[in-house]
Structures are given as structure tokens and as C-alpha cells.
């Protein structure tokens, strides 16, 4: 197992769109391998999810951790490590709310973003065995994020007022994560 270093954006793997992984390949040796590396990356620099492209692999691949408590996000409904392999989003409600997102790919950045709050998400897992999931408030919104990965598209492109996007620092020392709630 290794620590990947974690592309930041500018780097073009990080605007490419990802290839599907093939049956064959998600219950391989290198996937696994690489999915150990993900993770221990993960934990090494504190995020709650993690894309393939983010460590330079283009395809279609993302992990998410959310844990019971302690993250840069407050309490929030835990979700034990789970690996998506081709994952499909599929908004079930349009209407939005907005969370402070941030990106291990946008060091020591925060933006203001809204996205739908309740989505289907329908993926295969190592063993290439399919999955269909909803997901609801900020889980919702951390998938959107981990999944726009696979597209090429970062936070900064989803939001409308770029006058709210700040840096971590300011972001704590004016009090704007009491906005969270909005
Ligand atoms: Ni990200």
C-alpha cells in the first residue's frame, strides 16, 4: 500500500472523462491494489471521498468514507468505506440545498454549492455486483461531488456566486460555516 499524491486542479487528468471499468478488470489485482492505495491516500490527507482521476487513474471509480463524527463537516450521517465502480446518478427531486464543499483537489479552498438533495445512485461494487442506492442531504451532495470527478468536473464549475468562494482560513475566521444551515 501507498499514499498517491492527490492531483491538483491544472493538472488535465483532472478535466478528463473517465473510462468505465470493465467486469473483468473491477475484480482484478491492479483494482485492487489501487483501491488500497486510495484509501490509505484517504485517510493520509483527511477527505471523505476520493476519485480515481484525483490519483491520476481515468476511470470510473470513487471512494467515500463519511465517519460518524470528527470531519471538517460536523456530525453527519455516517457511511462506512464504500467503493462505486461505474456509478450512474439519477436525480429523484430537483429542488436544491447548498453546503461549504470542499476538495482534496483544491487545497485549503471552500465554495458555496447547491445541488439536488435526494438522488438514486446505481453502481457495481469489486465484485462487479450491481447496487441501487438513494441518497439524501449532504450524502447527496458528497456523491455529486465524488461522481463530477469522473466527468471532469470540479465544485468550482457547479457554482452560481464565486463572491462564495473562500479560503478555508477566512472561511473559519469570519464565521461563514454558520451559513451552513441556509
Ligand atoms: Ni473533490
Known sequence: MAVRKVLRMGHPTLRRVARPVSNKEATSEPIARLVEDM?????????????????????????????????????????????????????LDA?????????LSLPGLRGWVERPQHIRVDYKDLNFGSHSREFGGFQATVFQHEFDHLDGTLFVDRMTDTSRLVFEEEYVKYGLSDTLDE
Open 39 to 91: 484509501v490509505e491516500t484517504l485517510h493520509d490527507y483527511g477527505g471523505i471521498g476520493l476519485a480515481a482521476p484525483q490519483v491520476n487513474e481515468s476511470i470510473r471509480l470513487a471512494i467515500i468514507e463519511i465517519p460518524s463524527m470528527g470531519s471538517r463537516y460536523g456530525d453527519l450521517e455516517p457511511m462506512p468505506l464504500t467503493v462505486f465502480i461505474n456509478p450512474v446518478v439519477t436525480v
Open 95 to 103: 429542488s436544491t440545498s447548498g453546503y461549504w464543499e470542499g476538495c
